[in-house]
């Protein structure tokens, strides 16, 4: 068995929603940790990857819309600090890209999600063993009980229902 960490040093966690229909705002959790166990150094097919967000680490570049995040309208981080992601499988789909399917649970809801991941590589450096890869997807955040969503005059959801998920991740073999 191999174990990984993830370099929080090196890794970014993002999402990205539609703001009144015409803009897209960028968010990130600066706070979070995961592991990933692998039966092979260099295999990641069928690895099993645990990862834990801190809710009250969420930056948008503003404040007040990131307390309005933090607020009981969107993560309700007094009573949920923590969201989690733990696999179900991690499947090659073509040469180095994988289908990552797990359970994500926000707000104590937890639902079964698919994500991208492109491997990028892996190399020695300073006599440490380090893998990248780029982890995409969608989801739905009512679906996670966050359900903020005023209507616009004009019509149309002040924020969109569909997140992005965009992570950069480094891997640490420890």
């Known amino acids: 068995m191999v174990n990984w960490k993830i370099d929080t040093k090196h890794s970014e966690i993002h999402f990205k929603v539609k703001h009144m229909l015409i803009s897209t705002v960028t968010g990130l959790f600066t706070k979070f940790d995961g592991t990933v166990s692998t039966e092979k150094i260099n295999e990641f097919e069928g690895g099993k990857v645990s990862v834990e967000i801190e809710t009250n680490s ?3 570049n503003e404040e007040y819309r990131d307390n309005h995040l933090k607020s009981d309208a969107f993560f309700d981080i007094e009573k949920f600090p923590i969201i989690t992601f733990e696999s179900m499988s991690l499947n090659p789909q073509r040469k180095n890209e994988f289908l990552l399917k797990g359970i ?4 104590q809801i937890a639902r079964e999600v698919e994500l991208k991941v492109i491997f990028g590589g892996a190399i020695e450096s300073k006599e440490q063993y380090k893998a990248g890869f780029r982890v995409t997807g969608k ?5 996670f009980g966050l359900i903020y969503n005023p209507l616009m005059e004009a019509g149309g959801l002040v924020v969109s229902e569909e ?3 965009i992570g950069n991740v480094q891997l640490i073999k420890i």
């Open 104 to 107: 994500l649970t926000i707000k």
């Open 163 to 165: 997140v992005k998920i």
């Open 139 to 143: 989801i739905s955040r009512k679906d």
């Open 58 to 60: 969420v930056y948008t």
